[in-house]
């Protein structure tokens, strides 16, 4: 497969999912990563044993493979004068440096941008953070739960009003993996400005950011008018178009309705929801008409789709020309022809030897071509490799583990 960044070198200094799921992406597009972790305990997020309320399997984990397949680990303490002189080693020879870490870490360990800009000027250095790199809190760590769903208004959006209370964000790393794109794009257009100009940057990517341009429509809305938009609960079905709408099914499925235009579509659909008389009612024929007895369309269809099965729709309506969806999980979505089409799953191997361990590929396909990349690697699994590619001789690699400056 083409590799866009191939000959590109990542140097990571990150943990969790939000800045080495950017890692990820470069790593998937053909950039060499090397992930920094900790001698003795790794990523803190190794650690994780539960994740959304499921117990995780430390050699097939989920945390660790989504944002860290295809990439390299050096352990190294970047809090001794040892480790930070092969931290510098390594910074010389990169085009990016990655970082999640606050403020106060990166000046207390000597890994801020100008230390690192110190031995090489012309490095990329990108920072992810939850608030963002400027103002009052710019030391405040978050994750996509606090800064991403919560803080951002995401959540609040997310929550029907009725329940009176507050949705949790029901999916782990969810803006993490959303933002770590957002600085894969930024790290890809600061690369292309340095090749064009000879001009380096600084990169910075916020949780809150990434949440806010998301919903960047709805919170352009908000400063316009002052309102803000809430989701409904799932049995008001309350919609100025009767195409627009979740529908149960008999068997509790849901069925989503997305036809946005309804110009062009009414008959189709109107044909495949069983109802094809309602084509030729003047209170549906058209688009005003269909708008203005938007409530009684709904009863209609409400009352159509709720007469079969999920799986009946989901077949049935596979011929519609109106867009839809059906209202599939997580789960369903593996098994989904359309998905499994797109190379959407990737195989790697498994570091437990056992069978091959399926991830998510990133959402940018170059040349129609399937993902290959490998597995996560384990901590400071290529310490070594990486010193030795770099001609540190093996005596200052055993005096630099017997310090325990590296692992």
């Not at 090489?120 to 103002?135: C, E, H, L, T, V």
């Not at 919609?239 to 997305?258: E, Q």
């Not at 310490?383 to 770099?390: G, P, R, S, Y």
Request: hydrophobic share 40%.
């Amino acid at each position: 497969m083409i590799k866009v960044m191939q000959g590109v070198r990542v140097l990571e200094v990150a943990q969790f999912t939000f800045v080495p799921a950017a890692g990820a992406i470069l790593a998937d597009w053909g950039a060499d990563v090397i992930k920094v972790e900790h001698p003795l305990r790794g990523d803190t997020q190794r650690g994780f044993i539960n994740m959304g309320g499921f117990q995780l399997d430390p050699d097939r984990h989920p945390l660790i493979e989504h944002p860290n397949r295809g990439k390299r680990s050096v352990g190294i303490d970047v809090s001794t004068p040892g480790g930070q002189e092969v931290l510098y080693e390594i910074a010389k020879t990169a085009d990016v440096f990655l970082t999640n870490y606050l403020p106060a870490q990166r000046q207390k360990n000597k890994f801020d941008v100008e230390h690192i800009r110190a031995v090489n000027p012309s490095i990329i250095y990108a920072r992810g953070s939850a608030y963002g790199d400027k103002g009052p809190e710019r030391d405040t760590g978050g994750f996509d739960g606090t800064a991403f769903w919560t803080r951002s208004g995401v959540g609040h959006a997310l929550t029907p009003e009725a329940i009176n209370g507050a949705l949790s964000q029901g999916i782990p790393a969810f803006g993490d993996s959303i933002g770590g794109m957002n600085i894969a794009g930024g790290i890809s257009a600061a690369l292309f400005h340095r090749e064009r100009t000879g001009e380096t940057c600084e990169i910075d990517v916020s949780l809150l950011s990434t949440a806010w341009w998301a919903a960047g429509a709805s919170v352009t809305q908000g400063m316009e008018t002052g309102e803000t938009m809430r989701s409904s609960m799932p049995d008001d079905i309350t919609s100025v178009n009767p195409f627009m709408a979740n529908y149960r099914t008999s068997d509790g499925g849901t069925i989503n309705l997305c036809i946005v235009s309804p110009t062009g579509y009414i008959r189709d659909a109107f044909e495949h929801l069983g109802l094809p008389e309602l084509a030729d009612d003047p209170r549906f024929s058209d688009v005003l008409p269909l708008i203005e007895n938007a409530s009684e369309g709904v009863e209609l269809i409400a009352k159509a789709i709720g007469s079969k099965p999920f799986e009946y729709w989901r077949q049935h309506l596979k011929t519609m020309k109106g867009q839809w969806a059906p209202f599939q999980s997580l789960v369903d979505l593996a098994t989904d022809d359309q998905a499994v089409a797109n190379d959407m799953i990737v195989e790697v191997e498994a570091a437990d030897g056992g069978k091959p361990f399926k991830v998510v590929r990133g959402p940018v396909q170059f040349n129609h071509e399937p993902l290959e990349t490998t597995r996560a690697p384990q901590a400071s699994e290529h310490t070594e490799i990486v010193l030795m590619e770099l001609g540190i001789d093996w005596d200052r690699i055993e005096e630099l583990k017997d310090s325990g400056a590296i692992a």
